[in-house]
């Protein structure tokens, strides 16, 4: 798109024109912003500024790639009394997120097992479309779990209560109604709870390759050589069906607002009205879903690790380091100009990136600020980040999420065509088992921008630091 | 003709589907979906379902189609071979669907559609037939 203006090194510019009530900016880099060629995501920035309400700017991570309605890596900020709430500003995997849990073994305690560990893994966390999760939730249950969330796995077995701490929001969004989850949603969702989910959604062995944050890693409690699960999951069909039916009802109505759209996908309700409020009690219902489904795949990933090592939980010492989502919008207290403001703060795609000494990080954390978990492709590896003020006075605490699509799904079929994934990721040492038929070939890791460019961009801009590099060492996929 | 082809969309899929006739553009938008899905040759058309969907014009009504026949098989785990329209103006249509019930020891899924979206949809009818454009979340 042309019209981007360069602020400096990791920001650029969409400037206001026409129907836009504020500017827009993107994170990024020369390089990054190159690569995006033809991509329209930048448009889409400017979309996303003609909602009303929209405080400040429409922002953009430098993950962005092109979405519907917002782009993914968006992030825009609204005000209560006039502004709106937009269920594709959430996206339709509603709490999609990630979890990372570390361990007391070091890379020398598993190398001989990976494939057993890997296997394991596979056989015991149900993966793949349309999988359906050891239990048959009544409905009396299943509501339990949408008020509840990750508190409800524990309760239930699934966990301590210690992993609720370094949970985002404590594994809950208040105010969750599921008198406003439709029958279908709820249908969907009693079958579906235990399950990762299929296409770029996994569950990683990682091991710590290198700290660049000694303090912060220590209070995250990582080391180099040690390994980690890093869990990447969210609502399944339960949340799609939130989304799906609620941006009916919204484009259905849309003639009311009287607000011109760019883009049917961007339809929206005011948060100040019934239809709104609505859907954000919907939405907080799949988001605690989503909370609930990750906790109880760590319990099994534990579980898994134990039969497998024969080792009891305490020598293994699985701990949730942190649990993140990044399909989201929350009324957040920010920083606008220096001064504090309630707002709706949307999410598609980017991760809330809290500084040091905010009243939501546990204490062990407080000092050194939110831990963020930002997922690579397949068998890249991750990276841990921490939150800064930075991010909190620039983005509404906000940075990105993971590396990016650069491909769609055909051209990455198309460029697999013939090849061997698995063996290629053997090759580099490391192990993958998928249930889908083609989603080794979709996800290849051409197919998306390079990890390290988009962290660098963040950690430069200084909306959060680097702390850790992980490196992928096993996976499987649905 | 082509019932339909896929174009790019980077983290989506972008389906344009044809039809001579506004029924067969929404029974071939059903195909193309299906067919994305599953192999359909190997489905065969045991239950049939009635569908009645409103819009508020023929884009919003071929969404609302989509989404309801996508529904039956995330929701119902149905899937779709035969696509039938009985009644259709931009406001209303009437139909039914045939297909059946997901086994995986004969059925394979290939891809995993998540959501039909409402970006970019476009549905027009040109001199000699008609086309429409949905982008899908997969």
Not at chain 1, 325 to 341: F, L, P, Q, R, Y
Request: charge should be neutral; charged fraction near 25%; aromatic fraction near 8%.
């Amino acid at each position: 798109m042309t019209g981007l203006k360069k602020i400096d090194d990791c920001r650029w510019m969409v400037p206001q024109t026409g129907g836009m009530k504020v500017p827009g900016i993107i994170y990024s880099s020369e390089r990054l912003i190159r690569e995006m060629g033809a991509d329209e995501s930048p448009k889409q920035v400017a979309n996303v500024a003609h909602l009303p309400g929209i405080v400040k700017y429409s922002l953009a991570m430098p993950d962005m790639h092109w979405g519907y309605g917002f782009p993914i890596g968006g992030v825009a900020a609204f005000d209560l009394q006039d502004g709106i709430i937009s269920p594709g500003g959430v996206g339709y995997d509603i709490n999609c997120g990630c979890r990372l849990v570390t361990t007391r073994l070091v890379y020398e305690d598993v190398r001989e097992r990976m494939r057993d560990l890997v296997g394991a893994l596979f056989r015991d966390i149900p993966s793949g479309v349309g999988s359906k999760g050891p239990l048959k939730l009544s409905p009396k249950e299943e509501r339990k779990v949408l008020i509840e969330g990750a508190k409800w796995a524990v309760d239930n077995g699934y966990g301590t209560d210690e992993d609720l701490e370094t949970t985002e929001d404590m594994g809950a969004i208040a105010d969750a109604d599921p008198e406003m989850v439709s029958a279908r949603a709820l249908e969907r969702g009693r079958e579906q709870l235990g399950t990762l989910g299929s296409g770029n959604h996994f569950l990683e062995i990682e091991v710590v390759e290198k700290i660049f944050d000694a303090t912060a890693a220590s209070a995250f409690g990582l080391e180099e050589g040690q390994i980690t699960v890093l869990i990447h999951s969210g609502s399944r069909g339960l949340g799609y069906q939130v989304c799906d039916d609620y941006l009916a009802r919204m484009v259905k109505h849309l003639g009311e607002l009287n607000i011109p759209l760019p883009d049917r996908q961007l339809a929206c309700a005011y948060l100040d009205s019934p239809r709104g409020k609505e859907y954000l009690a919907a939405m907080a219902c799949a988001a605690n879903y989503a909370w609930a489904n990750r906790q109880m795949l760590m319990h099994w990933t534990r579980e898994t690790f134990q039969h497998v090592l024969k080792k009891g939980p305490r020598e293994l010492g699985m701990r949730l380091l942190y649990d993140v989502c990044h399909n989201i919008a929350k009324i957040e207290t920010c920083v606008v100009d220096g001064k504090e403001a309630t707002l709706c703060v949307h999410r598609k795609g980017a991760t809330r990136a809290f500084p040091p000494g905010h009243s939501a990080l546990p204490a062990r954390y407080r000092k050194v600020g939110q831990p963020v978990l930002i997922p690579g492709d397949m068998g890249t590896g991750s990276y841990v980040l921490a939150g800064t003020e930075k991010a909190f006075a620039e983005t509404f605490g906000s940075t990105c999420h993971g590396a990016g699509r650069l491909m769609s799904r055909t051209q990455a079929t198309k460029a697999s065509r013939g090849r061997a994934i698995a063996r290629e990721m053997a090759d580099k040492g490391i192990i993958i088992m998928a249930s889908g038929k083609g989603t080794l070939q979709e996800e290849i890791p051409e197919a998306y921008k390079n990890l390290d460019q988009v962290v660098d961009v963040v950690h430069k801009a200084g909306i959060s630091k680097k702390v850790a590099k992980l490196r992928a060492l096993g996976c499987i996929k649905g | 003709m082509n019932r339909y082809r896929i174009f790019d969309h980077t983290a989506d899929l972008g389906m344009e589907v044809f039809g001579k006739t506004v029924q067969e553009l929404f029974a071939n938008a059903a195909f193309a979906v299906f067919d994305t899905i599953s192999d359909l040759s190997r489905v065969r058309a045991r239950e049939e379902r009635k569908i009645a969907i409103e819009g508020t014009g023929w884009e919003d009504l071929l969404v609302n189609y989509l989404r309801e026949v996508l529904y039956l098989f995330n929701g119902e785990g149905l899937l779709l071979k035969e696509y039938s329209i009985m009644e259709i103006d931009p406001q209303h249509l009437k139909g039914t669907v045939s297909g059946e019930r997901f086994d995986s020891s004969r059925h394979r899924i290939n891809m995993e559609i998540k959501a039909v979206t409402y970006h970019q949809v476009t549905v027009r009818e040109t001199s000699d037939r008609w086309v429409g454009r949905v982008i899908f979340d997969v």
